[in-house]
């Protein structure tokens, strides 16, 4: 897209041991050479991060999953992405290397602007990590696009924890909405609560105006989502 004109430019790709997925003591964590393909084909990610795996079928088209990893997806940090909303659903972390060594950023401060991230001039985002799920664990994920594979007007990564009948540490995280994704707090709090049209009328998203819909519309479609989650995070885990 032109918005970077970098003099030199280095090919990650030779680099051994960034494109491992391990689950130990109750995290996922992902390597930053993974690619979308490999998630999508993964059992342990059908299994430990089962919102990973609503998402991928999602991301633009099969030959693009074959090539783009998660890494650069998340670095990239496009705000129509799906990937970016689902890590702070997770509330994932984020391994940063460069010259000083290695720090963790927790996927919530790790998008910072639109196309603008954590990471320094000579940082590379080496790995992510986020809890594995539970027999407890809710999530729920929907986007809308003018076509499959395009960039979504509107998304939504959810996830949740069930406590018998009711959910806590609700967490719906919209994508397309804003210059990065978008929590929606207030409307937590309200479907922690059991209501589900609360829940929709507490959405505190602010969208603007763009080339594909007006701000209006999209957060119709934001409520619109909402619901069609809803009935996925009242699902018990398969």
């Given amino acids: 897209m032109r918005l970077s004109q970098p003099s030199l430019l280095v090919d990650l790709n030779s680099i051994t041991g960034l494109d491992a997925i391990t689950v130990k003591n109750g995290m996922v964590e992902i390597g930053a050479l993974t690619r979308h393909v490999t998630l999508e084909r993964s059992a342990e990610i059908a299994k430990h991060a ?17 090539r783009g990893t998660i890494g650069g997806s998340l670095a990239y940090a496009d705000p129509a992405a799906e990937l970016p909303a689902c890590l702070v659903a997770l509330d994932g972390e984020i391994d940063v290397t460069g010259p000083s060594g290695k720090r963790t950023v927790k ?55 069930a406590s018998g009948k009711s959910l806590s540490d609700v967490r719906l995280v919209y994508f397309g909405v804003g210059a990065t994704p978008v929590r929606a707090r207030k409307a937590e709090a309200a479907f922690a609560g059991g209501l589900v ?33 809803a009935k996925q995070l009242a699902e018990p885990r398969a």
């Fill in 50 to 66: 089962p919102l990973i795996a609503l998402a991928m079928p999602h991301i633009a088209h099969p030959a693009i999953r074959n």
């Fill in 107 to 161: 996927a919530a401060d790790f998008f910072k602007g639109l196309f603008e991230t954590a990471l320094g001039p000579h940082d590379v985002l080496s790995a992510v990590r986020f809890p594995a799920a539970t027999a407890e664990t809710r999530v729920g994920f929907a986007e809308l696009a003018r076509r499959h594979g395009d960039y979504a007007l509107v998304g939504l990564a959810a996830a949740a924890t």
């Fill in 197 to 229: 049209d609360d829940a929709v009328k507490a959405l505190d998203l602010d969208p603007t105006d763009d080339l594909h819909a007006s701000g209006a519309v999209k957060k119709h479609l934001a409520g619109v989502l909402l619901r069609r989650v």
